[in-house]
């Protein structure tokens, strides 16, 4: 008995512990091959609260231009992008930052597409992180009806923010979807505890991100770049 306690008490201060960088970039568009990324936020979370004092964001030089729809979604033109700073230094940034941690997102696999190939052309490395997408996580505790079946079916930041009465003022900024995402995660987190002692493996095997979960690949209905 006494062993199955300080069991319970190492595995509570491991996962009290252990720590999550939410992520979100935006894009030039969705076409992995010609598109890129205009910038990224990331925002440390550990277990539950959210380090608003840990944050990365950053604008850069995608080195494409960016198509008129992006321009009119994030109010950034080409002369603007041309003037930040190089990808291939944001991205040695942003891999410094995350470090070995888990990364969490909203449709995730998207950004880590992106950030796959980025990385893989201008730092000739891979990018093979752990990831946890929020979305599936989302999708999993309404099946099991844990959230109301009335948001079965959401699918965009602000629907599902919304299910968590999340306020959201504005879109398409990479720092502030991070932290919109963080919140959602941390309800997620709490729901999960509550059904799951060993919260982060069962969030870590629910929340794996796979392109069949994301409609077929039909990201454009569910995700905006």
Known sequence: MFKFFRKNRIES?????KEFVVI???LTGLDEKNDSIIS???ITMRERSIL?????YRILNPQCKPKDKAVLIHKLTSTELEQCPDIKLILKEFIDFIKNRPIVGHF???DIKFLRKETSKWLNTGFTPEAIDTYIIFNWLIERGIISKKFKG???LPEIAEAFDIKVDMLH???YDAFITAQIFQREIIMVQKINASW????????KPTVSGYMLGKYEKNYQF
């Open 13 to 17: 201060e491991i996962f009290r512990n």
């Open 24 to 26: 979100d970039t935006e």
């Open 40 to 42: 990224i936020g990331a």
């Open 52 to 56: 608003i004092g840990d944050i990365f």
């Open 108 to 110: 995730i696999e998207i």
């Open 154 to 156: 959401a699918k965009s």
């Open 173 to 175: 900024d990479a720092l």
């Open 200 to 207: 982060f493996d069962l969030l870590k095997k629910i929340g």
